[in-house]
């Protein structure tokens, strides 16, 4: 039997708020305590398709499991302490999708959740065209459309743009777009995507001093506003 | 001469607060005896008592003129003490009784005169010395050629040695009043039976009184005296802080000698050390041969040096037997500028034997300045080291050469004759080097005389037959001189390292010794056995706790005696060794050394000696100052021992207490995570919504706190480590505003970004922290809808941001927000942990940026964070977007 959410927590008031939060908007889903039942249930008949990841478990070292978890097709979003950057940094390069810092608010938690499920279930219509909130991206056209205006951008840009929208609202870290759009040997230059994020800014927002579609998150790295979770 | 480093500035400020409370010196100086010095001094106390000072007279000679007895009237005198000597009365001044009166200011004439036998000090200037330890002001008064180190100057052109000289230090602080008078007008007094001269030296000291020796020592006062007011000066310069010019960075080494004139050339020094106000170090250079030299000559070098300590001077010793080199050596280590030496008038040709000192000191010299000192003979005759056991060792060579040739007789047959001169050597060659140079000349006389008489034609003649024979005597002489003067030198200098062997090797034991011991009475009881065996004395260690002497070291010494007592007080605030066989307090039966550490005196070590002779031999006057130093050594590693155990377990419990904190945060964060879940996820409504509206506000608030003693306890152990990158202000400010909730409807931040400005250099997260902290402060101090604006812009090569709420605005003292534990009055808002502010300062600080607080114009605080620009490398963002 199918199942939404993998709550995976060594600590049992947290894992019953998440149920009890989850259950509210009528999601399914199973728990685990440990990273080997983790795995076991993710690998099971119930298929969860985004997993709550705790990285303090008892057996494991939570960062071990994710390219597991993420090799199983779930979508990770791991949930740490505040002052954990290298932790999540590490977590977002094995594979994982998105963070939320602990203490959480749930109503943002259930936000994440249900963006991470749009994303998994948005079947790719067409390879080439990668919709996200107020815009779309077509690669075989080479536009970007902006509530229905075209905005005309650089390569440089366009690649940027296209890199984020593959998957709207996962965070992609400062080293793997840097990686991804300038190449492997520029991946320390974190001067040219700020710089290139900036003017990017300036033809997809709508006020450039405070962005909606690009954001940021400080340390890490950027992700593109997903598909209705605009000002909760 | 002043460097500025932390020790000296902590010596300086230890100095003032030492000086601050000691009494001052005023000393009335004058060229000559007559120039009126204790008639002015009584003048100005008359004054100084009409103005409502405590005066009192302690000693004042009047020699009889009735002007001066008139201004004695007024003055309160105390009554002197007598004392018995060989049946006579003296009258002396009484210190105890000036002690136990304690005047605001005592009048004490005549500074260099001698203390009758049995008085406390040998010398008044001691008396003076311990009244301004005491804190007593004085007044006193002194002739020119009283003072120490213009005292063979004077005898220089006036053919009077002075016997009672004052040291120079004693004057070093004190304030000079020049009583001056043309020599006309003092001839003229002199004429007319005003002044008095004692009856013992009238003859001679009438010798100063010709206008030209006046009109020199008049002079030499007066630059005395104008000296003592530059030093004073730059002593005034040091205490406010200030460094003038006048700091040359000169340092000079003098090299003291055994001779008499050792004592000249160190006063010499000393004279250049005032001029050049640069810091001095006598140095004895300890040569094989000087090595060799006995009795008073030694001691002659132990006064030289005590008077070089005396004047202000540090010591060294080395043993060296170039004395040259040894000398520049050393101020080449020292970084002195000047060298002084002595050198002798000695003729050329002992020049041309010897070599001279001086002269190879010149030449090898680099860079410093070298200052000779031209000595009479007589001053610095160097005592030639006796050859041992001349007459038996003469007699001895001479039965050698016998022996040789009695068996050279009995086997002459089977030897030539030339073999037989060699032969003859061995006698030669065998005296030079066992008994000494004198022995082997003998040895070669008699070889020569007994080769001419036993194995030249003709036989048993002195006649010398051929020019052969005096080639054979001068050769046989010449390997004697030659051998003789070589093995002298070997022996010598096999007896100096032998000597200094065992003098490292008895130091070594004692350090190692020392080294070993972890208590302070175990380190006395063997330091007081090994120093007692190694001088042969009784030894002590004393120290003065809360004030009371405590005896340690030797059960044989429980208590000391008063004197004692007075003696080990003045060698451990003083710093100089006092009591039994020193200039002060020598009535004591022992001698103390002060243990001179970098924390301070650590109390004193005594020593004496059952009979009368010195308690320290002149030969072990090096050894003693190495023991000394030892002892001290040892009683700091154990002063310092206990502070790092003490340092040791604080820092444990520092750990400790980091480590509970952490911890304890650590456990605190699960249940709150879940608390504040908890809560949040409960809708605000129905009959208990203000209830649950105070849970959710005081769990956030909790976390607050925690958050900030996690960061507080960062802070204070160190542990930020900036990750440095290029910051966007603009993803700070929205990442704050999201964190905040004020980036959606309803938003009461209102935000103005320059988005052009460039970017910062600094740690995103720990900046974000710190905003987060400032806008939450500045939403919750200003009532409630009103607006507060979060401003970037950029300055020059600054980025700024701007927080400014319109709420009550802050006190005046803006300084003391960013106090640790600091708390806003303003009833009921006030609610923080107090550590906001300053860990947001800390945070600031350590993103290379700078926090500052003021008040906003019409109302309301501001808080403006100032960063550095990174620089500008790649502003296209890559090549092919260009």
């Known amino acids: ?232 | 001469m002043t460097d500025p480093t932390p020790e000296r500035d902590a010596e300086r400020f230890l100095r003032i607060a030492r000086m601050a409370e000691r009494g001052r010196l005023t000393v009335y100086l004058g060229a000559a005896p007559g120039v009126g010095k204790t008639y002015r001094m009584l003048q100005d106390a008359a004054r100084r008592q009409a103005e409502g000072m405590d005066v009192v007279v302690g000693v004042a000679e009047t020699h009889g003129r009735c002007e001066t007895a008139a201004l004695l009237q007024p003055l309160e005198e105390l009554p002197r003490r007598m004392i018995d000597h060989a049946g006579h009365q003296l009258e002396e001044f009484d210190i105890d009784a000036a002690l136990a009166r304690r005047p605001d200011l005592i009048l004490v004439d005549e500074l260099a005169h001698s203390n009758a036998p049995g008085s406390r000090h040998p010398k008044r200037w001691q008396d003076v010395a311990e009244l301004i330890v005491a804190g007593i002001n004085v007044a006193t008064t002194i002739n020119i050629q009283h003072i120490e180190s213009l005292n063979d100057v004077v005898a220089g052109f006036t053919h009077v040695r002075v016997r009672e000289t004052v040291p120079d230090n004693i004057l070093e602080h004190a304030e000079l009043i020049l009583v001056d008078l043309p020599p006309e007008a003092l001839i003229e007094r002199l004429q007319a039976g005003k002044v008095y001269l004692p009856d013992t030296a009238g003859r001679a000291l009438a010798n100063f009184f010709t206008p030209l020796k006046l009109a020199a020592l008049r002079e030499m006062a007066l630059r005395f005296a104008a000296h003592s007011v530059d030093r004073r000066l730059s002593d005034d310069l040091e205490t406010s802080g200030e460094t003038g010019n006048f700091v040359a960075g000169e340092r000079l080494i003098v090299a003291v000698s055994s001779g008499k004139g050792g004592a000249r050339v160190v006063r010499h020094a000393k004279r250049l050390s005032d001029l050049l106000h640069a810091p001095w170090t006598a140095v004895v250079i300890e040569s094989a041969s000087a090595r060799a030299v006995r009795g008073s000559q030694r001691e002659q070098l132990a006064d030289n040096l005590a008077l070089a300590a005396s004047l202000g001077a540090s010591l060294m010793t080395v043993a060296a037997d170039d004395i040259s080199a040894a000398l520049v050596d050393q101020a080449r280590q020292l970084r002195a500028s000047q060298i002084v030496i002595g050198k002798s008038r000695r003729t050329r040709w002992f020049e041309w034997r010897h070599g001279s000192v001086a002269q190879s000191v010149i030449r090898k010299a680099n860079g410093a300045a070298v200052h000779v000192v031209p000595l009479d003979e007589a001053d610095d005759k160097p005592e030639k080291p006796k050859e041992p056991f001349t007459i038996r060792a003469n007699s001895i060579a001479v039965l050698l050469v016998a022996v040789t040739v009695g068996i050279l007789q009995l086997v002459r047959p089977w030897i030539a004759l030339g073999a037989i001169d060699l032969v003859l050597l061995l006698p030669v060659i065998v005296s030079a080097t066992r008994l000494g140079l004198r022995a082997g000349l003998w040895a070669a006389m008699a070889a020569a005389l007994s080769y001419n008489f036993f194995f030249t034609e003709p036989y048993h003649t002195l006649f010398i037959h051929s020019p052969a024979e005096v080639v054979t005597f001068a050769v046989l002489a010449v390997v004697a001189i030659v051998i003789g003067g070589l093995a002298g030198k070997v022996r010598r200098q096999a007896k100096t390292s032998v000597g200094v062997a065992r003098l490292n090797a008895s130091l070594a034991r004692f350090a190692g010794l020392m080294g070993g011991l972890s208590g302070r009475d175990e380190t006395a009881r063997v330091a007081c056995r090994e120093i007692g065996g190694l001088l042969d004395v009784e030894a002590i260690i004393v120290a003065l706790e809360d004030d009371a002497i405590v005896v340690r070291g030797n059960d044989k010494y429980g208590r000391i005696d008063a004197i004692d007592e007075a003696a080990v007080r003045w060698a451990i605030e003083n710093g100089v060794a006092t009591g039994r066989d020193t200039g002060t307090l020598n009535a004591a039966d022992w001698q103390f050394h002060p243990l001179k550490t970098s924390l301070g005196t650590m109390g004193a070590l005594g020593l004496a000696r059952p009979s009368q002779e010195r308690v320290i031999r002149p030969d072990d006057a090096v050894m003693l100052a190495s023991l000394v130093d030892q002892t001290a050594l040892a009683h700091e590693r154990i002063v310092l021992e206990g502070q790092a155990r003490q340092v040791d377990a604080l820092r444990e419990r520092d750990r400790l207490r980091g480590a509970l904190l952490g911890s304890i945060a650590h456990d605190l964060r699960t249940p709150l995570t879940a608390v504040i879940a908890a809560t949040e996820a409960i809708p605000v409504q129905g009959d208990y919504a203000e209830e649950l509206r105070i849970a959710r506000s005081e769990s956030r608030r909790l976390q607050r706190f925690l958050n900030d003693l996690l960061e507080a306890s960062r802070i204070e152990h160190g542990t930020i480590e900036p990750k440095w990158e290029s910051v966007d202000m603009t993803d700070i400010v929205t990442s704050v505003l999201r964190d905040l909730r004020q980036d959606g409807p309803g938003a009461r931040v209102a935000t103005r970004i320059d988005s052009d400005c460039p970017f910062a250099f600094t740690d995103p997260l720990l900046l974000r922290h710190v905003l987060i902290n400032l806008v939450d402060n500045a939403l919750k101090f200003s009532s409630s809808g009103s607006p507060v604006d979060v401003e970037i812009d950029c300055s020059g090569d600054q980025v700024k941001c701007r927080i400014l709420d319109r709420g009550p605005g802050l006190p005046d003292e803006t300084e003391a927000l960013f106090e640790r534990f600091h708390r806003l009055e303003g009833g009921d808002r006030v609610g923080g942990s107090g550590l906001g502010l300053w860990i947001a300062k800390n945070f600031v600080e350590a993103v290379g940026g700078a926090i500052t607080a003021g008040n906003r114009e019409g109302g309301g605080a501001a808080f403006t964070i100032a960063l550095p620009v990174a620089s500008a490398k790649e502003k296209d963002g890559g090549p092919s977007d260009a």
């Open chain 1, 1 to 232: 039997m199918h199942r939404d959410v993998l709550i995976i927590d060594d600590e049992p008031a947290i894992r019953r708020l998440l149920m009890g939060a989850l259950d509210r908007v009528g999601l399914s889903h199973v728990e685990a305590a440990s990273a080997g039942e983790a795995l076991r249930l993710a690998a099971g008949p119930q298929r969860p398709a985004v997993a709550l990841l705790d990285l303090g478990l008892p057996d494991r070292d939570g960062l071990e499991i994710v390219p597991q978890l993420a090799a199983l097709g779930v979508t990770i979003i791991v949930l740490t302490a505040r002052d954990a950057t290298e932790e999540k940094v590490a977590a977002l390069d094995l594979g994982a999708d998105d963070f939320v810092t602990k203490p959480f608010d749930s109503a943002e938690l259930l936000a994440r959740v249900r963006s991470a499920l749009r994303r998994k279930s948005g079947a790719l219509v067409d390879p080439h065209r990668r919709d996200f909130e107020g815009g779309s991206i077509d690669r075989a056209k080479h536009s970007v459309v902006i509530d229905g205006t075209p905005v005309p951008l650089t390569p440089r840009e366009f690649e940027l743009l296209w890199a984020l929208s593959e998957k709207p609202g996962r965070v992609m870290t400062h080293t793997s777009l840097l990686e991804t759009v300038w190449g492997a040997a520029h991946r320390d230059d974190l001067d040219y995507l700020r710089v290139a994020i900036r003017s990017l800014r300036k033809k997809v927002e709508t006020d450039a001093s405070r962005p909606k579609l690009v954001m940021n998150e400080p340390g890490i790295g950027y992700r593109l506003a997903s598909l209705g979770d605009q000002s909760d």
